[in-house]
């Protein structure tokens, strides 16, 4: 009863993507994840220093840390490997082999922001000198209590004994402190040493008696920035940087936004619809393409996102790059870190700072 609840909790909380800018009424509007997620490709650092696809990168390593721009994609693809597994392990849904080509669909996903961790930590535990994977773990059941998932006491430390347990850790660099990063990351440490050997469980099929080698999977994402020194993570981890979307990829993004936005507008999927939308999406490729510095910020998730955002809502891209700037200026100043359930509210003097006191603190910094 308790997987239940918590992976119906999981699906529910990861499965929509709010956009800023549009609304359905009185409401924003917000669209499926899992019909507008373009797979990330990766360049991986150190090793053979290649390309990966996020399956590829899964394949080769067990423990791996994602690094990226800021807007690059990183959390949002946790929230699609959180679904992803979820789906597999609740409805029995071939998702994990068919969008990732691997064979672990019972393993249970843990998606956890680093920086909750960071402020329970200097909340709870001042004395780094009694650290350890139980402290992890005691607090993954309170922050699903909080949310109201009462879970027992063993539920994620029986995952993990079992080899059976998807760690999504997100956001290193948004840990307040230097210090505190790399406080986060012993404890991470910890957890591996603790639960990162491979188990061999024997199985019984029509085939007879075999062995299987199940093994927990941690995944950890950051900003380069963020990702230095002694804040980095050992135990054997990977380490991958999301590279910008190419063209075709591009492409993609804009024609299945393009049809979930207009889908979920209009509450059906008609082939007129779906025609007429696709329509949009190509007027807006050939806007992106036939503006080379349009082009250079569309190779990024979040600006591509603001540019389809701003050609929905004024059927066009402004003629002037710089109204699309001050567009995406507004997003990122005013609704970005909200989104992200980062703290908003700013004061100076005792005043509270709007988008646009911010921006003009910045104005100096950027001239």
């Known amino acids: 009863e308790a997987l239940q609840k ?16 549009i609304r359905a009424g009185s409401q924003p509007l917000s669209i499926d994840l899992e019909k507008v997620y ?18 590829d990168a899964l394949k080769r390593y067990k423990r791996i840390v994602i690094i990226g721009d800021p807007g690059s994609g990183k959390t949002t693809l946790l929230a699609y490997l959180a679904l992803t597994y979820a789906r597999a392990l609740r ?28 402020r329970h930590l200097l909340a709870a535990h001042k004395d780094s000198s009694k650290d350890g994977a139980a402290i992890l773990l005691n607090y993954l059941r309170e922050y699903y209590q909080a949310q109201t998932i009462h879970l027992p006491e063993d539920f994620f430390s029986d995952a993990l004994e079992q080899r059976r347990a998807l760690l999504l850790l997100d956001g290193m660099d948004e840990v307040a402190e230097k210090s505190l990063r790399q406080r986060v990351a012993r404890l991470i440490e910890n957890l591996v040493q603790r639960y990162g050997k491979e188990k061999i469980e024997k199985i019984e099929d029509i085939n007879g008696e075999r062995q299987i080698s199940l093994q927990n999977r941690f995944i950890v994402t950051s900003r380069e920035v963020g990702y230095e020194g002694a ?8 380490l991958a940087k999301v590279r910008d979307f190419n063209r075709a990829e591009v492409r993609a993004f804009v024609r299945d936004w393009t ?17 007429l939308a696709d329509e949009q999406a190509s007027k807006l490729v050939t806007a992106i ?37 001050e567009e995406a200026i507004e997003v990122l100043l005013g609704h970005w870190d909200e989104a992200k359930g980062l703290e908003t509210e700013v004061t100076l003097g005792g005043r509270a700072l709007d988008s646009g006191d911010r921006r003009t603190l910045l104005e100096p910094v950027a001239f």
Do not use: C, M, W
């Open 6 to 21: 918590y992976l119906d909790h999981l699906i529910t909380a990861h499965q929509r993507l709010r956009l800023q800018g």
């Open 38 to 55: 373009v797979s990330l490709t990766t360049i991986e650092k150190g090793g053979q220093g290649g390309l990966l696809t996020i399956p």
């Open 91 to 118: 409805d029995g849904a071939d998702t994990v082999q068919t969008r990732l080509q691997l064979n672990e669909t019972q393993h249970l996903p843990i998606l956890l922001p680093l920086r909750d961790l960071g």
């Open 231 to 238: 804040e980095r993570i050992g135990e054997n981890f990977g």
């Open 259 to 275: 049809r979930a936005v207009e889908t979920t507008l209009a509450g059906n999927e008609s082939p007129e619809l779906l025609h």
């Open 289 to 325: 393409e036939g503006n080379p510095r349009v082009s250079e910020l569309a190779v990024n998730p979040l600006l591509l996102t603001v540019i389809a955002l701003v050609h929905r809502y004024r059927a066009s891209l402004p003629d002037r790059r710089s109204e699309l700037y």
